[in-house]
């Protein structure tokens, strides 16, 4: 039967020099599949100069046009599937996340699995979950970067000793005020990062719900709340400082505390391949290490 050959957009971790080898199996792999291989500049330069691979078959480019390309491949782990997503997000271009290190819930497919993931992906085996992301839109100074989180978005008070006052608003009614080092806003995916860490819900993705979880809050009566991702959020934050920290996923810009936010849904969602074997149950389980014995 007659494969057609594939379109890939390549990014990649560039602080993985010792991962040469796994590398060049997936290169090598796309290689063999005969897929017309597109890496960004920086991974590019970065597999040239830094880690010693040479993709002599792909070509390079500077500005991602997401009507190019079938798939996008993430060479690294979580975060490097995060910053891709923020570049092939809006053109809604399926994400291979290819997990170059140890702990992987979005990017899991091992480099020793990915010939038989373009297997799956050539046969139609694969599914591709969408994945809600939280827009973030100011009313004083603007953001720089990306403003849509596939994890979440972390209000934080700048390095002193000083919380923060956030005053949070859903659809128009006063909810409360956070005194507290921060609020994290999670959306299902990012429920298993930032947001556990500060004793926030597991959320199972495509839940329909976003989550608000505050840091070291003042109050041992504070909670983390859910809300429907159709809602939208408004944050005010007082600060010493006069100012304060937003972090897109892990992204974060200092704003002045004159600057209002506003999170709600964004227009789109990211596309995240999975292999149909995989299920979120199952990673949890191998992630979380749930009903592993400790004395093992």
């Known amino acids: 039967m007659h494969r ?22 997936v290169l090598s792999c796309l290689q063999k599949f005969e897929a ?31 009507e190019a390309y079938d798939y996008a491949i993430s060479m690294g782990g979580d975060g490097t599937l995060l910053r891709t997503a923020s570049i092939v997000g809006a053109a809604a271009t399926p994400i291979i996340g290819v997990n170059m290190g140890r702990l992987g819930f979005l990017a899991d ?20 979950d969408r994945r809600s992301l939280i827009q973030v839109d100011t009313d004083g100074e603007p953001l720089e970067g990306y403003n849509c989180a596939l994890n979440d978005v972390a209000i934080l008070k700048h390095d002193n000793a000083s919380m923060i006052s956030i005053r949070a608003t859903i659809n128009g009614e006063y909810l409360t005020t956070y005194q507290a080092d921060g609020l994290v806003v999670s959306t299902p995916t990012g429920s298993t990062a930032y ?14 719900v976003f989550s608000m979880t505050a840091v070291a809050p003042h109050s041992l009566n504070t909670r983390p709340l859910v809300f429907p991702e159709t809602a939208e959020l408004r944050i005010e934050v007082e600060s010493r400082t006069g100012n304060f920290l937003v972090a897109v996923d892990g992204r974060s810009e200092s704003l002045s505390a004159a600057t209002h936010l506003t999170l709600h849904l964004a227009p789109y969602k990211a596309r995240i391949v999975k292999r149909q074997r995989q299920n979120h149950f199952q990673t949890l389980r191998e992630k979380m290490m749930w009903g592993a014995d400790s004395r093992d």
Do not use: W
């Open 36 to 66: 017309q291989v597109h890496v960004d500049r920086d991974y590019f330069e970065f597999l040239q100069h830094t880690a010693g691979v040479q993709p002599t078959f792909a070509h390079v480019f500077d500005r991602y046009d997401g």
């Open 195 to 208: 947001s556990l860490s500060n004793g926030g819900p597991i959320i199972v993705p495509q839940t329909g």
């Open 109 to 128: 497919v091992r480099p020793d699995e990915f010939e038989q993931c373009i297997r799956d992906v050539l046969d139609g085996k694969v599914q591709v």
């Open 4 to 25: 057609r050959k594939l379109i890939i957009a390549l990014f990649g971790n560039c602080y993985q020099a010792k991962k040469s080898a796994s590398i060049q199996q």
